[in-house]
């Protein structure tokens, strides 16, 4: 028992900081978006993306929206 409770402890750590690693990586995207003089793919890059395909595809999951239509 001991076991599973270190291994379901572990995992909500692990969910929670996700969840705060994400907060503040869309917080950042949202206050880089809104400099137009910064490209989207320096954005992504400046977060951490590999690709800017990948940060497109997290932005819009996260707002519902591409990063070009968020910058309009």
Same mark, same amino acid.
């Given at each position: 028992m001991k076991n599973s409770?270190?291994?379901v402890h572990t995992l909500k750590? *692990? *969910?929670l900081r996700d969840l705060e690693l994400t907060s503040c990586a869309k917080e /950042? +995207? /949202?206050r880089h978006l809104k =400099? $137009?003089?910064t490209p989207i793919h320096d954005v992504a890059f400046l977060l951490g993306? #590999?690709?800017p #395909? +990948? %940060?497109h595809? +997290? %932005?819009k999951r996260w707002t519902? =929206? $591409?990063?070009? $239509?968020?910058?309009?």
């Amino acid at each position: 028992m001991k076991n599973s409770f270190r291994v379901v402890h572990t995992l909500k750590v *692990c *969910c929670l900081r996700d969840l705060e690693l994400t907060s503040c990586a869309k917080e /950042l +995207a /949202l206050r880089h978006l809104k =400099k $137009t003089d910064t490209p989207i793919h320096d954005v992504a890059f400046l977060l951490g993306f #590999s690709e800017p #395909s +990948a %940060f497109h595809r +997290a %932005f819009k999951r996260w707002t519902g =929206k $591409t990063p070009r $239509t968020y910058r309009g």
